[in-house]
């Protein structure tokens, strides 16, 4: 079974623009997480989808959206990027997204903003 | 302000001694999760405790769940190189939210 994978890997953007990642969870898994991982925050969650639906939401801007798709496949989309928004985003997937179910991450995908 | 707090934040050890990571909160949480990380990959699951009280051992690692289920601990026994990693505490609430630790990163010395 393939497992999450996200792309790109590494990304460089200016501040200003806007940029679109990707994450393409295991078959079969409906939930999928979006989480932003700094050294100084640590692993901070952006928000889960499940079968298409936003089921939770993190403290973050509007200018970080997501959504996703009939396959399960999700985008995350950053708007007018600040530097501060320089980071590895994570997905991750699960098949239920329970309580105590396991999220299997991906490699991610490192964000630097100049 | 993190939910979870861990601590040490950092730890270096020689091989063969051993370690003990915390992972404390003020909330209590339907389950916890840790994950071990390694440069340029994601976070892998190591273990889910769910019960309070409840100690599960992988192989040379020992995983507590507080009795109240705010608190965890890894623990882990004549710890080798490729231990080293970044640790994470993740708790688990009822909204389905993966709230997590800020990580312990150890290094094991050969």
């Known amino acids: 079974k393939a497992g999450v994978t996200q792309t790109p890997r590494y990304l460089i953007k200016t501040r200003g623009q806007q940029v679109t990642l990707s994450c393409s969870p295991i078959?079969?898994?409906?939930?999928v997480s979006w989480y932003q991982q700094t050294p100084g925050q640590g692993l901070q969650f952006l928000f889960e989808?499940?079968?298409?639906?936003?089921?939770n939401k993190g403290n973050f801007p509007g200018r970080f959206s997501g959504r996703q798709f009939s396959n399960s496949r999700s985008e995350m989309n950053v708007s007018t990027l600040e530097l501060g928004d320089s980071a590895l985003y994570l997905c991750?997937?699960?098949?239920?997204?329970?309580?105590?179910?396991?999220?299997?991450f991906g490699q991610g995908t490192r964000l630097t903003v100049v | 302000t993190q939910l979870l707090e861990q601590s040490p934040q950092f730890l270096s050890i020689q091989e063969g001694e051993n370690l003990t990571v915390y992972c404390n909160s003020s909330?209590?949480?339907?389950?916890l999760q840790w994950y071990r990380q390694e440069p340029g990959e994601g976070p892998v699951l190591l273990v889910t405790?769910?019960?309070?009280?409840e100690v599960k051992k992988l192989k040379r690692l020992t995983f507590q769940f507080g009795d109240a289920r705010k608190d965890s601990s890894l623990h882990i026994t004549a710890a080798q190189p490729g231990d080293t990693g970044l640790y994470l505490c993740?708790?688990?609430?009822?909204?389905?939210?993966?709230?997590f630790g800020a990580g312990t990163t150890v290094t094991v010395r050969a």
């Open positions: 991750a997937s699960s098949d239920r997204g329970d309580r105590g179910t396991e999220a299997f």
């Open positions: 078959s079969g898994h409906r939930s």
């Open positions: 989808y499940f079968s298409e639906t936003q089921r």
């Open positions: 909330s209590v949480f339907s389950s």
């Open positions: 405790v769910v019960t309070g009280g």
């Open positions: 993740a708790g688990v609430r009822n909204d389905y939210k993966l709230s």
